[in-house]
Nanobody, 128 residues
Framework: QVHLVQSGGGLVQAGGSLTLSCAAS????????IGWFRQTPGKEREFVAA????????NYADAVKGRFTVSKVNAKNTVYLQMNTLKPEDTAVYYC?????????????????????WGQGTQVTVSS
């Protein structure tokens, strides 16, 4: 069992930056693929970014590519989502998610249904 605790959300002006953290307890992160998703009211939870368990492969949604960076520090059992040049349309509740290393990672990392464990969510609000 993996328990994920998120931190780091908040209110920021457009063009600003925020870093979200996702800390795991219960089991080591080292063999888990991690995804970040976001959701706004009335919409489906959408993929934002993912990092393979080894940390050597990262993937991003087109909407955030070049602005967001996902990283994994296994020694701290923590994954980070660095968000730069934030836009009002980035406003959402952000969730981290984890699953045991997927053999099908390259074709599955963006699917929320592939992740078994979820953080509690953290609100990010970007004002214009």
């Amino acid at each position: 069992q993996v328990h994920l605790v998120q931190s780091g959300g908040g209110l920021v002006q457009a063009g600003g930056s925020l870093t979200l953290s996702c800390a795991a307890s219960g089991r080591t992160f080292i063999t888990y693929d991690i995804g970040w998703f976001r959701q706004t009211p009335g919409k489906e939870r959408e993929f934002v970014a993912a990092i393979r368990w080894s940390g050597d492969i990262t993937n991003y949604a087109d909407a955030v590519k070049g602005r967001f960076t996902v990283s994994k520090v296994n020694a701290k059992n923590t994954v980070y989502l660095q968000m730069n040049t934030l836009k009002p349309e980035d406003t959402a509740v952000y969730y981290c998610a984890a699953t045991k290393a997927m053999s099908s990672y390259s074709s599955a990392y963006y699917s929320k249904n592939k992740y078994d464990y979820w953080g509690q969510g953290t609100q990010v609000t970007v004002s214009s």
